[in-house]
């Protein structure tokens, strides 16, 4: 029986076969189409030697060469437009696939990565899809109950695993698309902002600093012109909002324990102080805004975000908010800054810090392990 990807295939080749086309073109093209429903319709009692692990980077390979030689055929066809779903399909599957395989080959990944770009000129369905924390369903099916138990173990840190897998790569390939590195890449969709900020908006403040430590720009305005949707300063403003209308108009009455607050809460706490580590200074009237409550008898002016954070500061809630912003940062912070910065020059963030003639605590501190 033809499923209806293998339906949809046939229909988008027919039309677009054009008398040029000859018998080799059609062979190169239908072993691509051929080798993508098999791994799409892959049925494990069937076939467990596709995902051997050593097959891995030829399958992708296989799959590459086919695409290119396909994309060439098709180059001056009038109705490219088609194309564009199969072509998503195929460029994510090999994505997919290089995770799947934990392929080494740091070259091949990248390959993938730039026909994803390629095809879209950004890379917001990958990191959107890294980071949605609401979809937990397998990339594909498992072979046998102990490859199962460990996939569904290995669920509660797949997304932290993917941006590892795809970071490391790109940084291995020190890999760049119109001067931008790969972990700075502006997003288009949900919001025009860096993969960094995408991660704190999210509230994901393990991929937040596991992205920082990679490098990742944090004040855009001094590295582009161009306005994103959101920048640092209104990132650190509405982060602070959150903390404080969780701890309610008078924080001084307020109890906080980090084991007994809700996990949202947590993590928009733990995104707060991990940026934190990665900025020098926010200028003076960037944080300056007033902290307003609704009551049933309309809205009422609590406090001001200097008091606030200088509550918070000094409770140790977010101890470095009012060194970063209303006081001098020390040395130490902005040393560690220095160092990371002309590390992060030579692709050297973050392993090269571990390479240091530096005491372990010291490396930590410039890794970004503590405030």
């Known amino acids: ?93 090999m994505a997919k696939l290089c995770f799947y395989y934990w392929i080494r080959d740091s070259r091949l990944v990248s390959d993938v990565l730039r026909q994803v770009y390629l095809c879209d000129g950004h890379f917001s369905s990958m990191f959107a899809h890294i980071m949605n924390q609401n979809d937990r369903r397998t990339l594909w099916p498992t072979p046998n109950q102990e490859t199962r138990h460990v996939w569904y173990k290995y669920l509660s840190i797949k997304e932290y695993l993917t941006m590892v897998f795809f970071l490391s790569h790109a940084h291995n390939a020190r890999l760049e698309f119109g001067g931008h590195r790969f972990v700075d890449l502006r997003l288009r969709v949900p919001l025009r902002v860096p993969p960094v900020f995408l991660a704190a908006i999210y509230n994901k403040p393990q991929l937040l600093l596991l ?24 990132l650190l403003r509405h982060l602070t909002r959150i903390l404080w209308a969780s701890l309610g108009s008078d924080p001084q009455d307020s109890t906080w324990e980090t084991s007994i607050v809700s996990s949202t809460l947590h993590d928009v706490w733990e995104c707060l102080r991990f940026l934190l580590r990665g900025i020098s200074q926010v200028q003076m009237g960037e944080l300056d805004f007033s902290l307003m409550n609704f009551d049933p008898g309309g809205l009422t002016i609590t406090s001001s975000s200097h008091d606030f954070i200088r509550s918070v500061s000094e409770r140790g809630i977010v101890p470095k908010l009012m060194s970063r912003y209303l006081q001098p940062s020390e040395l130490k912070h902005l040393s560690r800054l220095a160092i990371r910065d002309a590390l992060n020059r030579k692709w050297n963030l973050p392993y090269g810090i571990f390479t240091l003639p530096l005491p372990k605590v010291l490396q930590r501190y410039i890794n970004l392990t503590e405030d």
């Open 1 to 93: 029986m033809i499923s209806e990807e293998e339906t949809c295939f046939e229909d988008v080749l027919e039309k677009n076969y054009c008398a040029e086309t000859n018998d080799e073109e059609k062979i190169f093209i239908h072993a691509m189409i051929r080798r993508l429903k098999r791994i799409l319709n892959w049925d494990p009692g069937e076939d467990e030697s596709l995902f051997t692990k050593d097959k891995g980077p030829e399958i992708v390979r296989d799959i590459m060469i086919h695409f290119i030689r396909w994309k060439t055929i098709i180059g001056s066809s009038n109705n490219l437009a088609d194309f564009i779903g199969l072509q998503h399909l195929v460029i994510y599957t």
């Open 211 to 234: 992205i920082m430590r990679h490098g990742a720009i944090l004040d855009r305005r001094q590295a582009s012109g161009r306005a994103d949707d959101w920048d640092l300063n209104m």
